[in-house]
């Protein structure tokens, strides 16, 4: 006889879980829509960033059902580009009002943020999360078809050095790293799906993943709608809200606009990538979401800039890029080669994660070291090189996963 899919049921606490979340969406209509409580920003902060965290749950289970259906690199891709929107947002306003000065900053910030204390976070949550599970843990190993992404942010990161060298920002550039950005869609729409995908779904995500034909389609788009949409039209209050919070502590505009708004807008996409890396079993999951979101950072972020400018001064105009703004962008093709250099071998370990960790939290304390602090990454990254020099799994991998025909039969990892 044929086999029926399995029906979609909830336990009680799940039903709970889903409710309480869905709640948060009445309160953040009445506050960002409708005005309700006069617009405070306390109140508007806390209301956001509840539905925020609800989104980040509900695009985790709707990502984790849709790698059921296509490759995990291109659910994680979609899961990116929907984390993303606040930081888009905000990239638009500024380069829209001709602040460059400040959108350069918060491109930046952004970057070294999402790499220098993402990654490794996601890392330590891991290992948090496995000690109190009492088991094993010293690696996060990324799923072999990762490499794909990994490889297209290391053609974003070389590309990153001719903005550098040529000290301005345009249109033309801004076409190249979009280019960059759909080629890597079209490689990922060529990998398959995880064959054990629907195993390693848990609870609510693993209850969707069973689920078959319209009724699946249903809850997933449901799910991602919820999550943009709450995303798109929360971030902006979000962090407006805490910017009237922080200037009315003294909080300088440029240090929020670089730091705390990054850390505001990165908010959705680190949750969801924490969520998972605290289960341990999905923390390469976790990490991989992060290195979607830094290509797609260090591509089509960096593309809004010039385009939003010509936009609002209605013509073709290049950004020259001052000393300073140079010197950001240096660093944090650095910090990304470094990151790039970590997962040659697909593996992120305790080294990495520390040297990223500190590294970024020295460059933030006492920003004159961004020149010293570039030398060291690079060489840094040499050095991850060299030692994975007879190791070099990210590019065998690459070559396997679209060109699969023409690869070496697997071979297990040294």
């Given amino acids: 006889m044929a086999s029926h899919p399995p029906e979609f049921r909830l336990t009680a606490g799940e039903k709970l879980q889903v409710f309480l979340l869905s709640l948060t969406i009445i309160p953040f209509i009445l506050v960002v829509f409708v005005r309700w409580g006069g617009g405070q920003p306390a109140l508007v902060a806390l209301v956001a960033g509840l539905a925020i965290v609800a989104a980040a749950y509900f695009l985790s289970w709707a990502t984790e059902s849709l790698e059921t259906v296509v490759s995990q690199t291109l659910a994680l891709a979609v899961l990116a580009?929907?984390?993303?929107?606040?930081?888009?947002?905000?990239?638009?306003?500024?380069?829209?009002?001709?602040?460059?000065?400040?959108?350069?900053?918060?491109?930046?910030?952004?970057?070294r943020l999402l790499l220098g204390l993402g990654w490794p976070a996601i890392f330590f949550m891991a290992l948090l999360g496995s000690r109190r599970r009492n088991k094993t843990f010293t690696v996060v190993e990324l799923d072999r078809h990762q490499?794909?992404?990994?490889?297209?942010?290391?053609?974003?990161?070389?590309?990153?050095?001719?903005?550098?060298?040529?000290?301005?920002?345009?249109?033309?550039?801004?076409?190249?790293?979009?280019?960059?950005?759909?080629?890597?869609?079209?490689?990922?729409?060529?990998?398959?799906?995880?064959?054990?995908?629907?195993?390693?779904a848990e609870g609510i995500a693993a209850k969707i993943?069973?689920?078959?034909?319209?009724?699946?389609?249903?809850?997933?788009?449901?799910?991602?709608?919820?999550?943009?949409?709450?995303?798109?039209?929360?971030?902006?209050?979000?962090?407006?809200s805490l910017l009237h919070v922080a200037v009315s502590l003294g909080l300088s505009e440029y240090l929020f606009v670089q730091w705390v708004a990054p850390f505001l807008s990165e908010f959705p996409?680190?949750?969801?990538?924490?969520?998972?890396?605290?289960?341990?079993a999905k923390a390469p999951m976790g990490l991989a979401n992060l290195v979607s979101s830094k290509l797609n950072q260090w591509t089509l972020l960096i593309a809004t800039i010039p385009v939003a400018y010509s936009l609002s001064v209605g013509h073709l105009a290049p950004i020259p890029l001052n000393p300073l703004q140079v010197e950001e962008i240096l660093l944090t093709a650095a910090q990304t080669f470094f990151g790039i250099a970590a997962l040659l071998d697909l593996r992120f370990g305790w080294r990495q994660a520390s040297v990223l960790l500190?590294?970024?939290?020295?460059?933030?304390v006492y920003p004159p070291t961004h020149i010293p602090i570039t030398i060291i990454f690079l060489v840094l990254a040499?050095?991850?090189?060299?030692?994975?020099?007879?190791?070099?799994?990210?590019?065998r991998e690459f070559g396997q996963a679209l060109f699969p025909l023409y690869s070496r039969p697997d071979r297990k990892r040294e």
């Fill in 81 to 111: 580009l929907i984390q993303v929107l606040p930081e888009y947002s905000f990239e638009v306003v500024l380069a829209w009002g001709r602040h460059l000065e400040l959108a350069a900053a918060t491109m930046t910030g952004a970057n």
């Fill in 147 to 200: 490499a794909v992404e990994i490889v297209f942010l290391l053609l974003a990161a070389l590309y990153s050095l001719i903005i550098v060298a040529k000290a301005s920002l345009t249109l033309l550039d801004a076409a190249v790293l979009v280019a960059i950005y759909v080629a890597y869609v079209f490689a990922a729409l060529r990998l398959p799906r995880p064959e054990d995908s629907e195993e390693r």
């Fill in 209 to 240: 993943a069973l689920t078959r034909g319209g009724r699946k389609v249903a809850i997933v788009s449901a799910l991602f709608a919820f999550g943009a949409f709450v995303i798109l039209f929360g971030a902006e209050p979000f962090i407006d």
């Fill in 269 to 280: 996409e680190s949750l969801t990538a924490f969520i998972w890396a605290y289960s341990v």
């Fill in 358 to 364: 500190v590294l970024f939290l020295v460059q933030f």
């Fill in 382 to 395: 040499a050095a991850e090189v060299y030692m994975k020099r007879h190791n070099l799994v990210l590019f």
